[in-house]
């Protein structure tokens, strides 16, 4: 499975949800998992090597992959060799952004609590719709990430999200929480933590399994 975290605004957590879900990957599921870092700014690339000094070993292939031609022909060429590839595409409407999604099975979009604006679902849209026109199998979910304990943003991104024949909400929010910048910092992802988060786990876990069972089509219907 390719699944790339898409979202052109910055910050909003493409690269925690990514290195998380490729450890998560590899630990709990026993794959093998290359993780493609396809933005400039390096982050991923960053938490590898931190984790590698700690661990002796990543446990995960990495790749930084940052033109988008590049992303897309290595990507043809690296797909059959690794069980899964978690892609964190960089946070603007980038070449290697749209390369990604040309592959993908799956594009995670992640917003934060308050950011669910038309605007930048509209931009994420398009790039899936363009997409798709080489890629027609690309599921795109949308997810909140720093979600408040209250919940009240689930709500309002499903309604966002209704018209939105692009991309579907998947409620399977993250919360805001201190375990995911901590963990990040010296290269963990939170199920490693001595003293594992246990809602941080739950949440990351409950995505991970999300994305094992959602249809092979994208279901207004029910959100996902
Ligand atoms: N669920 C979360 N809880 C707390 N902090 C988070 C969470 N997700 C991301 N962060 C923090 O928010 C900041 C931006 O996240 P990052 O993954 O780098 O975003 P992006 O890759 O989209 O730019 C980082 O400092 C990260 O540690
Ligand atoms: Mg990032």
Redesign the pocket.
């Known amino acids: 499975m390719i699944v790339a975290f898409a979202?052109t605004k910055?910050?909003?957590?493409?690269?925690?949800l990514a290195v998380n879900l490729a450890v998560e990957r590899v630990i709990r599921r026993r794959r093998d998992v290359l993780l493609v870092d396809a933005d400039e700014q390096g982050?991923a690339t960053d938490f590898a090597c931190l984790r590698g000094e700690r661990l002796g070993s990543t446990g995960f292939t990495l790749v930084q992959l940052t033109r988008g031609a590049t992303v897309r022909t290595q990507l043809l060429t690296l797909k059959d060799k690794f069980d899964d590839i978690v892609i964190d595409a960089g946070?603007r409407d980038s070449g290697a952004l749209r390369a990604a999604l040309t592959l993908a099975d799956i594009a995670i979009v992640p917003f934060q609590p308050r950011s669910f604006d038309v605007w930048t679902l509209d931009k994420v849209a398009a790039l899936v719709g363009e997409a798709k026109v080489i890629n027609p199998g690309l599921r795109a979910f949308a997810i909140i990430?720093?979600a408040d304990p209250q919940g009240h943003d689930n709500s309002a991104a499903a309604e966002a999200l209704a018209e939105n024949t692009e991309i579907a909400y998947l409620d399977s929010p993250?919360?805001?929480?201190?375990a995911?910048?901590n963990c990040?910092a010296i290269g963990l992802s939170v199920l490693e933590a001595s003293q594992p988060d246990l809602k941080a786990c739950r949440e990351l876990e409950r995505l991970a399994d999300r994305l094992d069972t959602l249809p092979p089509f994208l279901s207004i219907d029910d959100g996902v």
């Open positions: 979202q910055g910050g909003v957590g493409k690269t925690t982050t946070g990430n720093c993250v919360g805001r929480r201190k995911f910048p990040n």
